[in-house]
């Protein structure tokens, strides 16, 4: 927004009252003030948002869509004080959380029951996006914590404006389905990573290359120049879950989300080699926003039950 809000304060009284000395009583401040603050709002936006007369003012048509949109901007404004007043008359704590729908479904869900419970004067809201979205949104300043896949190796610059917390170390597998390893297991004897024609042959299930998990497993894949042909993309780990499990190719998954998978038979482990490199997940925010109590006691509820 280029504009001052105290502008749009104005504006909005001026179109209200349809009368620069009302709104200026309203405002408590002169009636020059109010002409002057209207006439800078006109000269920045470029448009007449206001016709004059002897009678008083009346918007015009650009004035009515500016209207609009600074109504429910103030409104919005409201409602976020009201809330914020309530809270804090109740000493409730308002907690923003961006986390993953694989991570929240796995890590976050599970706890959050109880913890909730525990600490009812922290109310919770939740933002499901990918690791980077997260990064941005606590950038941004529209959550106040996240859970996120830790990066491997980050820049000096992110290291300075977001701290990782560690939570849980986790592992990436492939996985696939009984049926779907059977004929390349009976057609390839011995290590099937081995073999060139197989890594033709089959599918594998990757998340889009964006995603931090995708990014660690084409890391280890470079490392030992296993190249895959044929990829099938998906957004989230569920999916590729579910698409291994339908038989349509092996999966790269984090192996915490298939174990109980993996011990009934759905899912069966495949071996390409070398294992891929154990990394973290944790908490991360803003290294120069204070840590608030909220925040504090949900890192603390985690850490000692993980």
């Known amino acids: 927004m280029e504009q001052n809000l105290n502008l749009y304060q104005i504006f909005y009284e001026v179109a209200g009252c ?31 948002l206001f016709h004059r007369s002897s009678r008083g003012v009346s918007l015009t048509s650009e004035g009515e869509l500016l209207y609009k949109h600074v109504e429910q901007a103030l409104s919005s404004l409201k409602s976020g004080e009201d809330i914020l007043k309530a809270a804090s008359s109740q000493n409730i704590s308002l907690l923003s959380i961006g986390v993953s729908t694989t991570l929240c479904k ?3 869900l599970p706890l959050l029951k109880t913890f909730i419970a525990e600490n009812p004067n922290i109310k919770i809201t939740i933002s499901c996006q990918s690791t980077l979205d997260t ?23 992110d290291s300075r404006r977001v701290t990782y917390l560690p939570l849980k170390t986790i592992e990436d597998v492939f996985v696939a389905t009984d049926s779907y390893l059977s004929p390349f297991l009976n057609k390839y004897k011995g290590d099937l990573h081995e073999k060139e024609d197989f890594f033709r042959e089959t599918s594998f299930i990757m998340l889009d290359k964006e995603n931090i998990s995708r990014k660690h497993a084409d890391t280890y894949l ?60 944790g908490f991360a925010y803003l290294t120069k926003s204070p840590v608030t109590e909220a925040m504090n006691t949900l890192i603390q509820y985690y850490q000692t039950r993980t």
């Open 135 to 157: 990064i941005s949104a606590l950038q941004d300043g529209s959550i106040d914590i996240g859970l996120v896949g830790l990066p491997s190796k980050s820049n000096p610059e």
């Open 222 to 281: 470079l490392k030992h120049q296993l190249v895959l042909h044929n990829i099938i993309e998906v957004n989230n780990m569920d999916l590729s879950i579910e698409f291994a499990k339908a038989g349509l190719g092996i999966a790269c998954v984090i192996s915490n989300f298939v174990e109980n998978d993996i011990k009934n038979g759905t899912l069966r482990e495949v071996k390409l080699g070398h294992r891929v490199p154990k990394r973290q997940i």
């Open 106 to 108: 796995y890590v976050l």
């Open 18 to 48: 349809r009368n620069f000395s009302v709104a200026a009583k309203k405002l408590y401040i002169s009636q020059p003030a109010v002409s002057k603050s209207i006439s800078k709002l006109e000269e920045n936006l470029g448009t007449l």
